[in-house]
């Protein structure tokens, strides 16, 4: 049985259901004088238990309320037969019963079932229309005594009212409630926004000097200019050209702490025209500019400047053109701003580590090149043997360091397929950089067919890339051993060799470890880090708890050099 249908009853609802009862008990003995009658009660809580003991179940729940609803029903009718009270007015002793009709309605209108709580009132109505027709009171049926009909409408038209009150209250509640931020929710939302209208773009792009260069052409099409560009701020208190046109390439006053048109149009957010150049240097004459501040909301995002070789050349007609494609071009360059801000940021932690690699690497290797290269300039016309000798050693550091570079290049180019998975991937990698550096290579590979999410993928992949990247250059080793074993959601990532070991490594190969740390941290697994007997280290990455392998997956195993 699901957990949902076994929920245990909430206090509140078995005091609500104990209290009602008791409620109706009394009254039906207070209205009856019998005994007998309260077998009624009786039959109402039998009816009720299913539906006290399973709240959740989709299935006994509300089958259980349908039947407190009849029994009710038919215990109304009966009651009111039989009751004292009301005198010459029949069937008014249906009200001693009917007062439990609320706690059903009560309970599916806090359990949000609104439909399933007017579908109880439909069956309630029914039950007591049919008894009442199937009981006799001094030779008349209890559907004709005024008393009966007036009681049942009574509380039928309360319950109704309550449940059409609670289900507005719901409503109030809920629109309050998507009022509130919802910070991942909000973010999904704007991703997905965004994702969708840079597809939607002229040339799908959200590139500032794309859509700088694109408010030009239009801004030509609608004032007169033989030079024009787009600024914008860089920090420092200066701006940045993002885009110009023009004959000739201008050096634009780009300081806003210059007594200059556009320092003023910048602090204004108004536009400004000018009689002279906003170029630092202009050979003179007629000159007319107009600057345009491109303004999001409360912010100043950029500012266009226009200038024709005439005088007068933008009254305010041209002006209001002007700022007619200025207003929106605005909006779509803050957007473009912004994502150029998100896109650096999101890619920093990549550069920052390829800089690391470049000058640890590449860059030292190609110095010991030019040592090189100066040592056998030196002795060329000496000891031509001795020439021949370094100039075939560098010949090989350049063979060397070629390789280097394509290994580089091929761990960014690498990704996880989303057709070949995780150990698709680190395979390929392995197999190529053991190739490439003399490794001999054991792959044991055992993954199921469900996948990890993309951006998980892809950290395993780069921990898994910088562990063999590290062994290939620090370790010395001969052998590599790489264990990839997925299982969503766990993981296991393993690399070993049988080098050096951890505490003889330069410390270069400890930036390394500190990467695959960060990676690990960011998708909340757990690096390890322990030496390999008899020599060697072994690098593991660890998602999540291993599950119980009951599921079917495909597994292979491979060895390679």
């Known amino acids: 049985m699901p957990a949902s249908t076994t929920a245990r009853p909430h206090p509140l609802a078995a005091a609500a259901r104990l209290v009602m009862l008791a409620l109706v008990a009394v009254l039906t003995l207070f209205a009856t004088r019998e005994l007998a009658q309260l077998w009624w009660i009786a039959l109402l809580a039998v009816a ?20 407190e609803v009849v029994v009710l029903g038919l215990a109304a009718s009966h009651v009111a037969a039989v009751a004292l009270v009301g005198g010459s007015i029949h069937g008014l002793g249906a009200s001693a019963v009917l007062p439990y009709l609320a706690v059903p309605v009560t309970v599916t209108a806090l359990r949000r079932r609104f439909r399933e709580g007017a579908g109880l009132l439909a069956v309630a109505a029914v039950a007591l229309l049919v008894s009442g027709a199937l009981t006799e009171v001094d030779g008349a049926r209890q559907i004709t005594q005024p008393g ?29 409630g998507e009022g509130k931020p919802q910070p991942y ?23 500032p000097g794309g859509i700088s260069e694109h408010l030009l052409e239009e801004l030509r099409n609608v004032a007169p200019s033989n ?57 003179g004459g007629d000159v007319s500019a107009l600057i345009v501040p491109l303004v999001a909301g409360v912010r100043t ?55 690391r690699e470049i000058h640890d690497g590449v860059a030292q290797e190609l110095v010991m090149v030019g040592y090189g290269i100066d040592n056998a300039l030196a002795t ?28 580089s290049l091929f761990e960014l180019r690498s990704e996880v397929d989303r057709h070949g998975g995780l150990a698709a991937a680190i395979a390929e990698y392995a197999r190529t950089v053991g190739a490439s550096a003399g490794l001999r290579v054991h792959l044991s590979l055992d993954e199921s067919t469900a996948r990890l999410p993309a951006a998980t993928e892809a950290e395993l992949l ?57 990676r690990a941290e960011r998708i909340r697994g757990r690096l390890e880090i ?16 291993s599950p119980r392998r009951d599921n079917v997956r495909g597994s292979a195993a491979a060895e390679g050099e």
Not at 48 to 67: K, T, Y
Not at 185 to 203: D, M
Request: glycine share 6%.
């Open 48 to 67: 009720g238990l299913p539906a006290l003991l399973a709240p959740q179940h989709r299935i006994i729940a509300p089958l259980s309320r349908v039947a």
């Open 227 to 283: 030079r024009a560009a787009v600024l914008s701020a860089s920090g420092g208190g200066r701006l940045v050209v993002l885009a110009q046109v023009g004959v000739d390439r201008v050096d634009w006053e780009t300081t806003l702490d210059a007594d200059s048109a556009i320092a003023d149009a910048w602090a204004s957010q108004q536009p400004q025209t000018a009689a002279r150049s906003q170029a630092r240097s202009h050979p």
């Open 380 to 407: 060329v016309h000496d000891d031509t043997e001795e020439t021949a000798e370094a100039l075939r050693t560098l010949r090989a550091e350049v063979t060397r360091v070629i390789t280097e570079l394509r290994l």
């Open 462 to 518: 780069r921990i898994a890339q910088e562990a063999v990247t590290n062994a290939r250059k620090h370790a010395g080793a001969s052998n590599l051993w790489v264990t990839c074993e997925v299982d969503p959601p766990y993981a296991q990532i393993e690399v070993s060799d049988d080098g050096q070991g951890i505490a003889d490594q330069r410390p270069d190969g400890r930036y390394g470890l500190a990467i695959m740390a960060e």
């Open 148 to 176: 009966y009909l007036a009681v049942c409408a009574q509380w039928l038209i309360l319950a109704v009212l309550g449940l059409y009150a609670a289900r507005t209250l719901h409503r109030v509640m809920q629109a309050r």
């Open 301 to 355: 995002v950029g500012l266009v400047v226009l200038e024709a070789d005439a005088g007068h050349a933008y009254p305010s007609p041209v002006v209001s053109r002007v700022t007619a494609l200025t207003g929106p071009a605005a909006l779509r360059l803050e957007a473009a701003l912004l994502f150029d801000e998100v896109r650096s940021l999101a890619t920093n932690e990549e550069r920052q580590r390829l800089a």
């Open 530 to 545: 322990r030496p390999r007997r008899p020599s060697g280290t072994t690098v593991a990455v660890v998602l999540g708890t």
């Open 185 to 207: 929710a909000e973010a999904t939302r704007l991703l997905t926004q965004l994702r969708t209208v840079a597809r939607q773009l002229p040339g799908a792009t959200l590139d």
